[in-house]
């Protein structure tokens, strides 16, 4: 089963950006994908984006386009890193972010989450 | 723009039957909208439970099911325990995005 470790809790001032992180372990095979998903306080989720490192690829939700960047760093044996960036924050922006592995249309394991509060 | 429905808030008997279902405006919910169903307790991170419709993760209960029914996804929990009080959520891929219903909040009482 794969396991997802993010990066720790943020806090931003509007306008600025913020960089977190999803760790992978613990797969038998290089080929899966990562989700980005948020959660706004007392709220449902939000999906922004897909990335699979593997096949090249990446999809934004068109909300997020232009402000929002995944990457990957295959580099590393046994294991995948994989980010968001997301520029320009405003308040509502604040939320907890989820990394999901999700492979051929299934959603599998999920990070912890990451807090991200944006506050002046 | 895709809404998925659910319903906001169920109750179940411990031991008893509940069906959790999932629906979009723009139509039927099929196979090819590779249902998603997840568990979230309070401050923890969702765990997957169903994924495309009908299937099961191996650490999914085996009183957890999915299925579609009457144009709609549906999560059945036979035999409802105490600890499967929590929110529920199905996600549906439409139009090359993923959308996430609003919750179902279930209660075991």
């Known amino acids: 089963q794969v396991q997802l470790v993010q990066s720790g809790t943020e806090v931003k001032r509007p306008g600025a950006s913020v960089k977190v992180s999803c760790k992978a372990s613990?797969?038998?095979?290089?080929?899966?994908?990562i989700s980005w998903v948020r959660q706004a306080p007392g709220q449902g989720f939000e999906w922004m984006g897909h990335?699979?490192?593997?096949?090249?690829?990446?999809?934004?939700?068109q909300k997020f386009q232009g402000r929002l960047t995944m990457t990957a760093d295959t580099s590393t044996t046994a294991t995948t890193t994989f980010y968001i960036e997301l520029t320009t924050l405003r308040s509502d922006d604040t939320a907890v972010y989820y990394c999901?592995?999700?492979?051929?249309?299934?959603?599998?394991?999920w990070g912890q989450g990451t807090l991200v509060t944006v506050s002046s | 723009q895709t809404v998925v429905t659910q319903e906001p808030s169920l109750t179940v008997s411990p031991g008893g039957t509940v069906t959790l279902t999932c629906a979009s405006n723009?139509?039927?919910?099929?196979?090819?909208?590779?249902p998603n169903w997840f568990q979230q307790n309070p401050g923890q991170a969702p765990r997957a439970l169903i994924y495309?419709?009908?299937n099961k993760h191996s650490w999914t209960p085996a009183r957890f099911s999915g299925s579609l029914f009457g144009g709609k996804a549906a999560l059945t929990l036979s035999g409802a325990q105490s600890e499967d009080e929590a929110e529920y959520y199905c996600?549906?891929?439409?139009?090359?995005?993923?959308?996430f219903g609003g919750g179902t909040k279930l209660t075991v009482l």
């Open positions: 999901a592995r999700d492979y051929d249309f299934a959603w599998g394991s």
């Open positions: 613990g797969y038998t095979f290089t080929s899966f994908g």
């Open positions: 990335i699979n490192p593997y096949k090249s690829y990446t999809d934004y939700a």
């Open positions: 723009t139509g039927a919910v099929t196979s090819s909208s590779c």
């Open positions: 495309r419709a009908t």
């Open positions: 996600l549906l891929y439409s139009g090359d995005s993923w959308v």
